[in-house]
């Protein structure tokens, strides 16, 4: 493998990573508050939807992302709603919200445009790489010039804005009082509401931070990483996210190296399908397609140290003595 | 006294949940810089009360003023903006975050952490200094023992600057020397001006500490007295509404063979750590032998292997006969057919099937028996009968067998598996916990029934974290710490003093009233169990 094949399989990780690290990073926001996120597939998807159709009809991606952004957050309104406020099951509601999506993003695409549930192809109007400054001056250094100029520059902003998300993240999650609240409310909301601040705000503020992150990864999808929205385009990675969070123990800096670990995977198989390693020793593509999923079991299984959940993850809060 | 204004007045405060009148028309005047102590069985309104005060519910009716101003209390920010504080039951803190952490949870200054951390630290230092209140401020909470995490639970009503602390049944979690030295805390704090309000249940708290004492019963205030001008006697019978009898009245054992014979004894939990550390001992007929010990010190365990709920190895004998420790024939079942009665420590998760109804609860363990057999199906209708009989003489109330176990109260649950294990005459009963979260009425029931279940000629071990409960009803009393059999003591021979320090793992005679010694071990034995966590 020399150096350009390495270098263009990593630029696809980062590319196919990033949907990823954004939902991680929603779930993310979401479980440490003690509110599990399901649904990051189904924002996502009416995310892409929303996105692709109103980047087409105005021809502009700033308000396909803001489409794509309001979307998704009514999706976590109805969640929070649903769990927060009515005490509700968090996964029946996510799942509900999956379905939802599923089923309603085709049905509009099809009212909308006649193509059998899609969008028509953007075609220009799309995120456009961003080339940094020097990558075409560098680029004859040897190694250097090349990882600059293909590997770190050269992509969309939301690429950007997503990795920039992860020690921001970090900070606000150890360094703020937000972020202080937002962990203890996860842990144990009573503590919380005893301190004398409202459980059900922060569970909302966390589960529409949660949305927002999902907007931008929808958008991304159908209008940077795609040109277009196709039916069921998210293809379960809102679940490899989640999975991918509980890799990373609920964690930021792990969030972006388990999602980056996972785009490589989707990588790998993108590319290279079936893997022959010789002697007729063949790794099929469903293999690597899998692989996510079962070292999430891996890990969940503890053989790779406990992951341990928000202690309040998944549970609605009732006052108690 | 007239013109000083009470730290807290409420005025007519009614609360009802749901059917149920929680709190029902309550007056009550704190005086500043007191101890002012409510005592009242379970359910009888207390804790619905303080959490009113505390604004963590809301009242129907009723006016709370504090400093002689009427304070308009509608959340717990409320609460603390008014200068109270509260410690509830079951600690509010986060178990990973670390004590500084918590104590600025809520009360940070500023958007960002790192100011409000360092000015915690300097408060909770000078805190620490005049109360005697030392924490590692930067210790985990999950690592700290109960009595610290206590601790932190009023440094963080006094970091918010509380002039008024409410303590919910604070004692029940701690070893008499943290209980001790949280009284000495708390005096400290009475001296600086504070005013306090103990909630407890212990009429022996009460006498030690408080100034003045209000007496609920059923949700209503029935009296505010001063202390120093009532007894024990008085409190339980404004409590129970009856004459009560506060010691167990029981004549001298006259022990028989040997029914249950113990030789090291190890238990290892699932999570590898071995809770009971080789122990031996033996009950005689007509005996009761006390376990006394801080919780989690290897007497559940104990209970467990026995009634055949966990593995364990080594060496019992029943009535000559050994009884396996693990494999077949180990199992709650067969303890049961070798005829011993386990009344269990956590009565609601392993004593009752909450949702099942009392005649159902009466039968569990024995549904086999061949009695309640009627071809392949269960008698049902002769349980049934057999229920309602038990739950007669047991006396619980309702006596209604169609009743969800939930649906009674502690005390009557208990006597609900007490008449299931007793009822069955076994010839060792198992016994944890047997009055927890039970009323004083009911306690003495409970343990007349024990006693008499002696008297009967029969073993009866019991475990109980109540040190008053072990020195009442023991005729033997041995100390568990840290998985051993710390020593063996005769009721008439020892003190709660003495006892105490073996609960803390202390053998051996410290001088008279020498506190100093004895914290510092205290310190030095929490000190290697941190380590040991760490």
């Given at each position: 493998m020399d150096l350009s094949t390495i270098i263009e399989l990593l630029g696809s990780t980062v590319r196919l990573g990033t949907p990823l690290l954004l939902m991680c990073l929603a779930g993310l926001y979401s479980e440490r508050a003690g509110v599990v996120d399901i649904g990051l597939e189904g924002k996502a998807l009416v995310a892409a939807f929303f996105s692709a159709a109103i980047a087409y009809v105005t021809g502009s991606v700033i308000l396909g992302l803001l489409a794509a952004i309001a979307a998704s957050l009514v999706f976590s309104l109805i969640h929070g709603l649903a769990s927060i406020t009515f005490r509700g099951n968090q996964l029946i509601s996510g799942v509900a919200l999956n379905f939802l999506a599923s089923g309603m993003t085709v049905l509009i695409a099809q009212t909308w445009f006649g193509q059998g549930g899609q969008t028509p192809a953007l075609g220009d109007v799309r995120y456009k790489p961003i080339t940094l400054p020097f990558a075409d001056t560098l680029e004859p250094v040897p190694v250097l010039g090349p990882v600059y100029h293909d590997l770190i520059s050269g992509h969309s902003i939301l690429v950007y804005v997503a990795f920039l998300l992860v020690p921001v993240t970090w900070w606000v999650l150890y360094r703020t009082r937000f972020g202080l609240r937002l962990r203890a409310v996860g842990e144990n909301p009573g503590a919380v509401d005893t301190a004398g601040v409202s459980v059900a705000r922060l569970r909302f503020t966390s589960v529409l931070i949660a949305g927002l992150l999902c907007g931008l990864a929808g958008s991304y999808l159908s209008t940077g990483l795609q040109a277009g929205f196709v039916k069921e385009m998210v293809a379960g990675r809102g679940y490899i996210a989640l999975a991918a969070l509980i890799f990373a123990k609920w964690r930021p800096w792990y969030a972006l190296s388990a999602t980056m670990l996972f785009g490589l995977l989707q990588a790998v198989a993108l590319r290279y399908q079936n893997i022959n390693l010789g002697d007729g020793i063949i790794i099929p593509v469903q293999f690597m397609n899998v692989l996510p999923y079962i070292l999430t079991i891996i890990i969940l299984a503890g053989f790779v140290g406990a992951a341990i959940p928000p202690r309040a993850s998944g549970e609605p809060y009732t006052k108690e003595r | 006294m007239t013109d000083i204004a009470p730290a807290i007045e409420l005025k007519g405060i009614s609360k009802a949940f749901g059917p149920v009148q929680a709190n029902k028309d309550i007056s009550i005047r704190v005086m500043p810089g007191t101890i002012h102590g409510i005592i009242g069985e379970n359910g009888a309104g207390k804790s619905t009360l303080m959490s009113i005060l505390y604004g963590f519910y809301k009242a129907d009716a009723g006016e709370i003023w504090v400093d002689g101003r009427k304070a308009d209390i509608t959340d717990s920010q409320a609460a603390i903006a008014a200068g109270i504080g509260m410690v509830f039951q079951h600690f509010k803190l986060v178990?990973?975050?670390s004590v500084v952490e918590n104590v600025i949870?809520?009360?940070?200054?500023?958007?960002?952490l790192r100011p409000s951390v360092s000015k915690a630290r300097k408060t909770l230092k000078q805190l620490a200094e005049e109360y005697e209140m030392h924490v590692d401020p930067d210790a985990l909470i999950e690592h700290l023992s109960v009595g610290h995490q206590q601790r932190v639970e009023i440094l963080k009503a006094l970091y918010r600057e509380a002039n008024i602390l409410i303590l919910d049944e604070p004692t029940g979690v701690l070893t008499p020397a943290e209980a001790d030295h949280l009284f000495r805390i708390l005096d400290n704090l009475r001296k600086e001006g504070k005013t306090i309000i103990l909630i407890t249940h212990k009429l022996r708290e009460i006498m030690e500490i408080t100034d003045t004492v209000s007496v609920m019963r059923r949700g209503q205030m029935t009296a505010t007295v001063k202390t120093a001008e009532t007894s024990p006697e008085e409190l339980a019978e404004l409590m129970v509404g009856r004459k009560v009898l506060l010691r167990v009245d029981k004549q001298p054992p006259t022990p028989g063979e040997v029914i249950l014979s113990v030789k090291d004894l190890h238990v290892t939990d699932d999570k590898g750590v071995e809770r009971v550390k080789g122990i031996s001992f033996d009950i005689r007929a007509g005996e009761i032998l006390g376990i006394a010990g801080v919780a989690g010190n290897g007497q559940s365990e104990l209970m467990n292997v026995l009634g055949g709920i966990m593995e364990a190895s080594g060496q019992i004998t029943m009535m000559g006969a050994p009884l396996p420790l693990s494999g077949k024939g180990s199992d709650g079942f067969a303890r049961r057919q070798a005829n011993i009665g386990h009344v269990p420590e956590d009565r609601q998760r392993e004593g009752l099937i909450m949702e099942f109804t009392a005649w159902e609860n009466t039968v569990f363990?024995?549904?086999?028996?061949?009695?309640?057999?009627k071809g392949p199906l269960m008698d049902n209708k002769a349980i049934r009968a057999e229920a309602a009989a038990k739950m007669d003489r047991f006396d619980v109330r309702p006596p209604d067998p169609d009743l969800k176990a939930k649906n009674f109260s502690g005390g009557n649950q208990q006597k609900v598996v007490l008449a299931r294990e007793i009822e069955r005459n076994p010839d060792l009963l198992l016994v944890g916990?047997?009055?927890?979260?039970?009323?004083i009425g009911a306690i003495e029931f409970i343990h007349q029934e024990i006693v008499r279940l002696r008297d009967a000629g029969k073993a009866i071990l019991l475990v109980s974290v109540e040190l008053d409960e072990i020195m009442s009803l023991s005729d033997r009393i041995a100390v568990m710490f840290d998985g051993k059999i710390m020593g063996e003591r005769l009721p008439a021979q020892t003190n709660e003093r003495e006892l105490g320090l073996l609960m803390a793992g202390i053998s051996g005679e410290p001088g008279k009233e020498d506190w100093k010694a004895v914290e510092e071990s205290l310190a030095a034995v929490e000190q290697e169990e941190a380590s040991q966590n760490g």
């Open positions: - | 178990e990973n975050f949870l809520g009360a940070e200054d500023g958007a960002f363990g024995y549904h086999l028996d061949p009695q309640w057999q916990q047997p009055t927890r979260g039970v009323d």
